[in-house]
């Protein structure tokens, strides 16, 4: 199994940005699809965007597309979620997932992922 520990959240104001890192307990992250999901109070949890096990293709939810950049860091055993142009409705918990075993490619529905970290929280204010 692998632990995953978020960091990086926060309160800011809209427009601004937070960089989120999840580190990977373990010596074999880079066997691992990443992901970040979020849920707000009252709505399901959805993927965010999800990276590939080297790195090389990624996922973006439309509202966060050209916002949000997910990078990893095998040589650490980070994920990161670099978080731009900030608005209220991207008011949340933040997840980090990951899921063992799926080669070249990306996965970003719920029940695709089987390890989970806490959760870091993410609130935007206007």
């Known amino acids: 199994q692998v632990q995953l520990v978020e960091s990086g959240g926060g309160l800011v104001q809209a427009g601004g940005s937070l960089r989120l890192s999840c580190a990977a307990s373990?010596?074999?992250?880079?066997?691992?699809?990443m992901g970040w999901f979020r849920q707000a109070p009252g709505k399901e949890r959805e993927c965010v965007a999800a990276?590939?096990?080297?790195?090389?293709?990624?996922y973006y939810l439309d509202s966060v597309k050209d916002r949000f950049t997910i990078f990893r860091d095998n040589a650490k055993n980070t994920v990161y979620l670099q978080m731009n142009s900030l608005n209220v409705d991207d008011t949340a918990t933040y997840y980090c997932a990951a899921r063992l075993g799926f080669g070249v490619y990306v996965l970003h529905a719920l029940n695709e992922y089987d390890y989970w970290g806490q959760g870091t929280q993410v609130t935007v204010n206007s």
């Open positions: 990276i590939n096990r080297s790195g090389g293709s990624t």
């Open positions: 373990g010596r074999t992250f880079s066997d691992y699809v």
